[in-house]
């Protein structure tokens, strides 16, 4: 596919469109599209547990019909204005054996500028069926987003997954209790003295009866920045941020694993798009002690360099770099792809207002800790925590930071975070500014039953 002739096309056909409106012949719309033929110039299929996304780019928009039938399940879509072309054949090569919900696709005309797709299925699912308008390096893009039909619950796979380890501490809570009982029980010991039997006490040891510092797993959510549609920043190197972060946070993922007081959630385990308040979310569905996304962001100017951390402002940004940071992140929903129409609206707003002081002091503190980790092996762009409007740290009541671990729009730096030593160097520094920050600030009692 040209895209410079898919540009050129679809302005005549808009110049068409115009002209046809002006003169009245509002009927001939539809026909004009169909005799200019609207081409389709790439399709994705982004496999997830939380849900498959399949994605057709055009360089027009076209209508789009829906039915779901059953026995057996499928999902069949018809595109209208649309012949079949090599690039929609495509698609149904893309389908992976291991897709939770999709066993196939089939592609065929099913009349002349109709074009249909028949999804079989694995199981039953809610689709959601959406069109976006142009943006950043994309065109028009038809959107079809396969949920189960019963949501997968987080925490409880969560609960089933750390159920050995948080066992295991219950039990190492309980053997240091029973230290901790025996050693206040002061010892006798019997003594002969000048005068007769002597009754010594032994007194207790401070090693003995120190008591457990933690006495429930903490939950660290891990946000890996971007992925699916929305690829994040991309190098010179072609390196992308989406990529970067991903591997970063399953390295910070293994390292907190082998916590015995601690459990990892991923907001992604893989390459898929998760919109900006379905992270947060995720961490408030599990209950989170600390949500630390992680990003490798770009600036206008290759030889910006250094690590950053962020935290959540009420006031207003703590430069222009952090204002910058913080609008071009709240824009990977319009990369990605969100479904207007069944967001959340309500909830999305009311963590606009929630977030709290509280939480914000906390962050910092955090923030604060995981920095100075990164400042003693790597450059720093800050030496302090910025804050700005991040929609990813509006989480109310879980204290929340971003890490930019380096500038992937600057070549050395690009070079470094597909580094293994250095993106293991990253996330053990992560860790260390974690433990540093729950050392002096336990976590409270659960506040569920997790």
């Known amino acids: 596919m040209n895209k410079p002739n898919s540009q050129t096309s679809l302005a005549r056909r808009r110049h068409l469109k115009t002209t046809a409106k002006a003169l009245g012949f509002v009927l001939l719309i539809g ?92 199981e039953p699912i809610k689709p959601q069926l959406f069109t976006l308008d142009p943006v950043g390096e994309y065109n028009y893009r038809m959107v079809f987003d396969l949920y189960p039909s019963t949501p997968l619950d987080p925490l409880m796979e969560l609960v089933k997954n750390s159920a050995r380890k948080e066992t295991a501490l219950a039990k190492s809570n309980e053997e240091v209790d029973l230290i901790a009982q025996f050693a206040t029980k002061k010892d006798k010991e019997v003594t002969k003295g000048p005068s007769g039997p002597v009754v010594q006490t032994i007194p207790e040891t401070k090693e003995a009866a120190a008591p457990s510092k933690y006495k429930r797993l903490i939950t660290i959510a891990i946000d890996p920045g971007h992925g699916g549609e929305d690829p994040g920043a991309i190098g010179s190197l072609g390196s992308k941020e989406k990529h970067v972060v ?22 992604r385990d893989g390459d898929y798009f998760v919109p900006l308040h379905t992270r947060v979310q995720k961490a408030r569905r599990v209950e989170a002690d600390l949500f630390v996304s992680i ?77 100075r980790q990164i400042g003693g092996f790597a450059p720093l762009h800050k030496g302090k925590v910025e804050q700005a409007g991040f929609a990813v740290l509006k989480a109310p009541d ?38 540093d920050y729950f050392a002096k600030n336990p976590p409270v009692a659960r506040r569920g039953n997790a």
């Open 31 to 122: 026909e004009l599209d169909l005799a200019w033929g609207a081409k389709i110039l790439g399709v994705r299929v982004w496999p997830s547990e939380d849900y498959t996304r399949i994605t057709l780019e055009s360089d027009t928009p076209l209508p789009i019909t829906q039915q779901v039938l059953t026995n057996p399940d499928r999902l069949v879509v018809d595109v209208q204005g649309l012949e079949l072309n090599p690039t929609l054949k495509d698609l149904v090569a893309k389908v992976k054996p291991n897709d939770p919900y999709v066993s196939q696709i089939r592609v065929g005309q099913f009349q002349p500028g109709i074009v249909r797709l028949v999804f079989d299925l694995k």
């Open 246 to 267: 991903l591997s970063i946070a399953k390295r910070l993922r293994d390292k907190i694993e082998n916590e015995s007081y601690m459990r990892p959630f991923l907001t």
């Open 295 to 371: 990003h490798a962001d770009a600036f206008i100017q290759p030889h910006a360099k250094g690590a950053s951390v962020f935290a959540l402002s009420q006031m207003g940004a703590s430069s222009t770099m952090a204002r910058w940071m913080a609008n071009k992140e709240n824009a990977s929903d319009l990369i990605g792809g969100i479904n207007i129409k069944v967001q959340d609206k309500q909830v999305a707003n009311l963590l606009l207002d929630m977030s709290t002081t509280a939480q914000i002091k906390d962050s910092l503190q955090v923030g604060n800790s995981v920095l």
């Open 398 to 435: 879980v204290p929340s930071i971003l890490v930019e671990t380096a500038f992937i729009s600057n070549p050395q730096e690009e070079s470094k975070l597909n580094d293994d030593g250095y993106q293991d160097r990253i996330a053990d520094a992560i860790l260390r500014g974690i433990k």
